[in-house]
């Protein structure tokens, strides 16, 4: 069955960066276009990046585009999400998820995505 395991999640000060790994198995990964999304505490989950099957296209929230990057390695089964200049309202919990149906996928549409991991806990301290 689909599997998707979140790790990299920490503590960063202020202006630090991480990087996020999702590794995802059971089934065809280069297949499937491939999300971040998070949920800050206390409020509603919110999408953050999406990334095409092949990774030749990526799209971001305005909240994060310019400081994060998404990536993945088709090879590896595994999706990044590289996270520079950190805020404080960066600090949630990160899921990666998997789009509904293979090839094509409205990204910025968190709808379109039905399965997600168990997420990695980010905090940003100022």
């Known amino acids: 069955q689909v599997q998707l395991v979140e790790s990299g999640g920490g503590l960063a000060q202020v202006g630090g960066s991480l990087r996020l790994s999702c590794a995802a198995s059971?089934?065809?990964?280069?297949?499937?276009?491939m999300t971040w999304a998070r949920q800050p505490p206390g409020k509603e989950i919110e999408w953050v990046s999406g990334?095409?099957?092949?990774?030749?296209?990526?799209e971001y929230s305005d909240s994060v585009k310019d400081r994060f990057t998404i990536s993945r390695d088709n090879r590896k089964n595994t999706l990044y999400l590289q996270m520079n200049s950190l805020k404080p309202e960066d600090t949630a919990l990160y899921f990666c998820?998997?789009?509904?149906?293979?090839?094509?996928?409205?990204?910025?549409?968190?709808?379109?995505?039905?399965?997600w991991g168990q997420g990695t806990q980010v905090t940003v301290s100022s």
């Open positions: 059971g089934f065809p990964f280069d297949t499937y276009a």
């Open positions: 990334i095409v099957m092949d990774g030749t296209k990526a």
């Open positions: 998820g998997k789009a509904a149906r293979s090839g094509w996928a409205p990204l910025q549409n968190i709808r379109a995505f039905n399965s």
